[in-house]
């Protein structure tokens, strides 16, 4: 795995004196293409609306403006055709960075994802990489209408080939990003559109280190039991850390930050030491991403737990309609009754 | 050494094998379909202000013209639902009421409509209820009627999806011996959908009675049609797949109703698919999520709103002295009162169960699926109670 630079704006940042202003997901997740983009002349961005209208989610504002309509492209309406054509421009040594409008819109594109993308290293016997970056915004929780609310990451997960990260905070959204441009295997990057307008005291002028990706990451410290989470589920998760304090439940949340590869050190660790966990997600629990979380850490940590591993997770429904989405997502009263079922007996 | 060009402008003696064997014709080629009458008008078909206007039916234009009138109001009332947070979301078809009045005007009951997700005023005119038709906009339910009812499929979000569906249910009537068309709606950036190819390819194949309408209204969001496609027109797609293109003005609404009546005729009596564009043009923005100041000049605007299609009906029908300022007031009197019907209705807050959201996953609930429910309801009562 390639550990990428921090930006070059980090440079000037040396007489900066003065207070970092807050700065959203989104302004951090456009400000990592733009340096990319600067520092390397093989990586293009490019889907539907990312170029003049700066995406639906404007994350891709001005880059057409600032490296021309080559490098940041409004592309015909084809999923398909935009991630194959991005599997050719790979093969041709570019590092191409595509956004996919929602969730649900990424679907006509599985084939060439499942296919191609994620095996082409493997049927080349690694002649053939594929540094291509598919962003995905993704999950429920903004009102959205029927189709843009999927939280599709159990089927990237079930593909080997395909690297998964989802950036929970605004640092993140950079670092991870970064990092993702810089991988010669491709990546999903999930972008949790209901955290795309949460800020933070970041500072674009002098952009965090970039981690590798893989490496998961404790966001808050606690001894009672875990809550292994990650993208728009975390702050869900650390409001629910601050409620149980009340009621004497001291939590540890671990933000995964990747689900593919997965940071067993960082999630055992917690696990070992509070001998309890729970993981939680919107994405559905059947089949979901937790279930392999759940037995991973039950595989590992099994002397050590004194409850089993619970989930708390979305339905296994579509998506509902918006008005009643609040019924599906999993908020902090789910959470708070599954760390109080962790009070577990053998034979209860 | 010989230049390519002198190369292949030398005739005879060709100096080896290869070169013999590239005029070998290959044996016994013709084309499957002589491309010619597939091809569409040189020019979007215009039927108002020329001659051709003098055939149509003057019940027809008022009819359309009584539609049209109602269509623009409801957009209108739609539009201002989502400034008052009534409505998740509009994508309005203002500018574009030809199309979608001449759509549901072109289909017998039995037909079916496989509308977009933008063609909300298309199945209203249809007949669906007004606040059923603006469920899945509202958020209350996806789909807010049941499609048997007016054979209206679901208003389709995820682009040109819908239209291997409409092959298929057109092809599923002939077979059972139904003379049954599929109408299906989509826009132009739709049109690039990899559905969109093979939907068309199978209704050519199978001569499935089913009519594809492309309205090309300029965007699809912010990129222009020339961003999308580098074909002469939407329309001419059609000769590669065996079917006739027709190009039509989309804003001149007896235009429209006529080319799309015909194809619904045409693939009624076993002629086949057609592929129909109509240019027309999207005055609003996308919809009221989107700025279009971003990507396109108010002049363009400006001039569209020249060749409205209210206009043109309008022009056309009070020179023919059908139309006075009395029967303006009337159109414009009712389309008041299905507005103010559908504002009244839309301000009520609907009434949700939560519970349903476990109800149509399948036909029969999964044990799972009872467990989450008996878990939600506790979670509800316990709400009730606090
Ligand atoms: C498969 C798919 N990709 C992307 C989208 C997001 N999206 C919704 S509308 C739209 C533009 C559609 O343009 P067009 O087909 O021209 O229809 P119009 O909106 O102009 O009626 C896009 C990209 C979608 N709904 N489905």
């Known amino acids: 795995m390639t550990t990428a630079t921090t930006g070059t704006a980090a440079a000037k940042a ?7 202003k807050p700065a959203t997901m989104a302004q951090a997740l456009q400000r990592a293409m733009r340096d990319a983009m600067a ?91 594929m540094p291509i970056v598919i962003r995905v915004p993704y999950g429920g929780g903004i009102g959205g209408v029927e189709h843009h609310s999927d939280s599709s990451e159990a089927y990237y997960m079930a593909t080997p080939g395909l690297h998964v990260v989802t950036p929970a905070t605004v640092e993140d959204a950079y670092g991870l990003l970064r990092a993702a441009i810089a991988s010669d295997d491709p990546v999903v990057f999930l972008e949790p559109k209901r955290l795309y307008w949460s800020k933070s005291d970041w500072s674009p002028e002098a952009p965090a280190a970039v981690e590798p990706i893989g490496k998961a990451v404790v966001r808050r410290k606690g ?43 960082t999630v055992c660790a917690s696990v070992r030491r509070t001998g309890r966990a729970v993981v939680v997600h919107e994405s559905t ?3 979901g991403p937790g279930a392999e979380i759940a037995a991973r850490v039950t595989e590992r940590c099994f002397h050590h737990l004194e409850a089993p591993v619970l989930r708390v997770a979305g339905f296994d ?30 034979g209860s | 050494m010989d230049s390519l060009q002198q190369r292949s402008s030398t005739v005879q003696e060709p100096p080896g094998a290869v070169t013999a064997h590239r005029h070998t014709p290959s044996p016994a080629w013709q084309p499957r379909t002589d491309p010619a009458p597939l091809l569409p008008e040189t020019e979007p078909l215009r039927v108002l202000g020329t001659d051709a206007v003098a055939d149509a039916d003057p019940a027809l234009l008022l009819r359309l013209y009584a539609e049209l009138i109602r269509g623009r109001r409801y957009n209108a009332q739609a539009t201002a639902l989502t400034k008052q947070g009534r409505l998740a979301v509009y994508p309005s078809t203002t500018g574009q009421e030809a199309c979608e009045i001449a759509a549901a005007l072109a289909l017998e009951e039995r037909d079916w409509l496989f509308p977009s997700y933008r063609d909300t005023l298309a199945a209203v005119a249809r007949g669906l209820d007004p606040v059923q ?29 819908q239209l291997p569906h409409a092959v298929g249910l057109a092809h599923a009537a002939r077979l059972k011996g139904d ?36 309205q090309n209204n300029g965007f699809a969001i912010s990129v222009p049609l020339a961003k999308q496609t580098a074909a002469p027109s939407l329309a001419h797609k059609a000769v590669g797949y065996g079917m006739p293109g027709r190009l039509v003005d989309g804003n001149d609404a007896v235009a429209v109703h006529q080319v799309l009546t015909e194809a619904v005729a045409r693939a009624r009596r076993g002629g086949g698919p057609t592929l129909v564009e109509a240019v027309t043009y999207r005055i609003d923005a996308h919809t009221n999520a989107d700025d279009a100041t971003r990507y396109r000049a108010d002049g363009e605007v400006e001039a569209w709103r020249a060749h409205d299609p209210i206009l043109l009906l309008e022009r056309e029908l009070t020179e023919r002295g059908l139309l006075d300022e009395d029967g303006r007031r009337a159109a414009a009197e009712a389309a008041e009162t299905m507005a103010a ?20 996953v399948y036909a029969e609930q999964t044990t799972q699926l009872r467990e989450q429910a008996a878990q939600l309801r506790a979670e509800l009562e316990a709400e009730g109670e606090a």
């Not at chain 1, 015909?76 to 570019?94: N, R, T, W």
């Not at chain 1, 728009?232 to 930050?257: K, N, Y």
């Not at chain 1, 509902?320 to 007996?345: C, I, N, S, T």
Request: charged share 20%; aromatic share 8%.
């Open chain 1, 14 to 20: 040396g007489g900066n004196a003065g207070k970092p």
């Open chain 1, 39 to 129: 520092e390397d002349p093989t990586v293009h961005v490019m889907g539907e609306d990312v170029g003049t209208l700066g995406g639906v989610f404007r994350v891709t504002d001005g880059l057409a403006k600032e490296f021309g309509e080559d490098r940041c492209t409004d592309t015909p309406l084809a999923e398909a055709g935009i991630l194959g054509a991005a599997v050719g421009m790979a093969m041709y040594g570019l590092r191409p960075v595509v956004e996919m409008q929602f969730d649900a819109f990424a679907y006509p594109a599985f084939e060439q994802l499942l296919s191609h993308v994620a095996k082409m290293r493997n049927r080349t016997r690694g002649a053939m990489p």
């Open chain 1, 223 to 265: 001894t009672g039991a875990t809550l292994i989470t990650y993208g728009p589920s975390v702050p869900v998760c650390l409001e629910a850390a601050e409620a149980a304090q009340a009621e004497g439940w001291d939590l540890e949340v671990v933000d995964l930050r990747s689900l593919v590869p997965f940071d067993d050190e």
């Open chain 1, 285 to 287: 629990g059947f089949g």
């Open chain 1, 317 to 346: 429904i579509p998506y509902p309609p918006p008005m009643l989405e609040r019924h599906h997502l999993p908020g902090v009263d789910r959470v708070l009754d599954a760390v109080a079922r962790l009070q577990w007996e053998a």
């Open chain 2, 133 to 161: 038709a603006l469920t899945l906009l509202r958020g209350d339910w996806h789909t807010g009627y049941d499609p048997h009812e007016h054979r209206i499929a679901p208003l389709c979000t995820p682009l040109a999806t």
């Open chain 2, 179 to 214: 003379d049954v068309v599929a109408l299906a709606m989509v826009g132009d950036g739709g049109t690039s959908e990899g559905d969109f190819h093979e939907a068309l390819n199978f209704a050519a194949v199978w001569q499935a009675p089913v009519v594809f309408f492309v």
């Open chain 2, 341 to 360: 019907e559908l504002r009244e209705r839309m301000n009520a807050d609907p009434v949700l169960d939560p519970m349903e959201i476990f109800s149509h």
